[in-house]
């Protein structure tokens, strides 16, 4: 049997980066700038260029980038906010952080993304239970923008602001903007594993609104005003290590060929599983970056069909078995209208393929061939 497929390759990044980044390393090492040095400011100018964004606050990681909007934004108890469940914990954590009650909404089968007629029954709900709804945290999921030109219009109407989350999707596009440009803000991560990652820990929040964009780099310092010792709010310490923001500004270089490879790869896997599950077709007008390459197994048992691409040495993953509101830390926060069927049937029926930039096409098609005989299997036993 031929060797076992890397889910994401890191290694092969490494070595396409090659001295870049270790020279990158040993200068922070050498001028000694650890904190807040000038490769910091360096990246936050980049990454604006990247995506037009006014203002880069980069910061430690994705959760602390969504905690620091919130906080700006002052979000308290009696404050509702809405999130997708079917996500990652952190967009609903920092929400219960701030004591404001998360709300969660259902998603489309189609695209992941948050359902724009259960994020209105979850604002009725917030209203119901005596909550003030504030504003909402679409999701990117696996890459691909929500659906903002609709999310945004019921926002405008409610008086409530828009927080991307973009952890999964940054370097992705919804109708020619580019996501970092929407909403009130977004946040991303830089977590290794995340389309453009560190070598560690990072996130960064993007926005076009001054006085948002002053108030979070005194939260990112403890909430310093313009003498050091005189500290104006309660912040934290959220800062991005300068090593991590030299690391990033190789990483960028290459990102956006990188980008245009999984895409290319995405196309190819769609193609050639189209006959034989359900492939996550982009909607019109809309990039993904591909941070998961997720399928839909219907009437399938997946655990089977993840050990029969084991043992061919192929490797899977389920994002996500569970969604927020089944999980038991977020079961008692309230859900939007008579429950989220959506998530819970995708839960049961996601499973996500091998997907990096460095795939090659031999790589690609062993991972196809095993999909489709593990599937044709199934058909044959049912
Ligand atoms: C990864 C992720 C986060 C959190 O990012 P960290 O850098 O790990 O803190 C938040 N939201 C989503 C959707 C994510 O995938």
Redesign the pocket.
């Known amino acids: 049997m031929t060797d076992p497929i890397a889910f994401i390759d890191l290694a092969a990044q490494r070595k396409r980066l090659g001295s870049a980044v270790d020279e990158a390393v040993l200068r922070v090492i050498n001028h000694g700038g650890y904190i807040m040095g000038p490769e910091v400011k360096t990246l936050e100018a980049d990454l604006a260029a990247f995506t037009g964004a006014k203002h880069v606050v980069s910061c430690a990681?994705?959760?602390?980038?969504?905690g620091f909007v919130l906080m700006a934004k002052g979000v308290k108890p009696g404050d509702a906010v809405l999130c997708p469940t079917f996500?990652?914990a952190?967009?609903a954590e920092v929400v219960a952080w701030t004591g404001a009650t998360p709300i969660f909404v259902d998603v489309r089968e189609d695209t992941f993304n948050m359902d724009v007629a259960s994020l209105e029954a979850g604002i009725s709900t917030a209203k119901s239970l005596g909550l003030n709804p504030v504003g909402v945290i679409p999701?990117?999921?696996f890459g691909l923008p929500a659906d903002y030109d609709a999310i945004e219009s019921v926002c405008h109407r409610e008086g409530m602001w828009v927080l991307c989350?973009a952890?999964?999707s940054f370097g992705a596009t919804y109708k020619g903007r580019k996501v970092g440009s929407i909403g009130l803000a977004t946040?991303t991560?830089?977590?290794p594993a995340?389309p453009l990652g560190c070598y560690g820990?990072?996130?960064a929040v993007f926005t076009n609104d001054d006085e948002l964009a002053a108030v979070m780099r005194s939260i990112r310092v403890h909430g310093q005003g313009s003498d050091k010792y005189d500290n104006v709010r309660i912040g934290m310490n959220g800062r991005l290590d300068t090593m991590q923001a030299a690391i990033l500004i190789e990483k960028l270089k290459i990102f956006p060929s990188e980008v245009e490879a999984r895409d290319r790869i995405a196309k190819r896997y769609n193609d050639s599983l189209r006959s034989v599950a359900i492939v996550p077709d982009t909607p019109e007008g809309y990039t993904s970056v591909w941070?998961q390459y997720t399928l839909r197994l219907k009437g399938f048992n997946r655990e089977k069909f993840q050990a029969d691409l084991k043992a061919v040495g192929v490797p899977t993953m389920v994002y996500y078995p569970k969604p927020l509101h089944q999980q038991t830390a977020y079961k008692s926060y309230p859900v939007a209208g008579n429950g989220l069927p959506v998530a819970e049937r995708l839960a049961s029926e996601v499973v996500s393929l091998p997907m990096h930039p460095y795939l090659d096409e031999a790589t690609q098609d062993r991972i196809i061939e095993a999909v489709c005989s593990a599937l044709a299997q199934r058909t044959a036993a049912a």
């Open positions: 990681n994705g959760t602390d980038a969504l996500t990652f952190a967009t999701v990117d999921l989350d952890a999964q946040s991560s830089f977590f995340k820990d990072g996130g941070a």
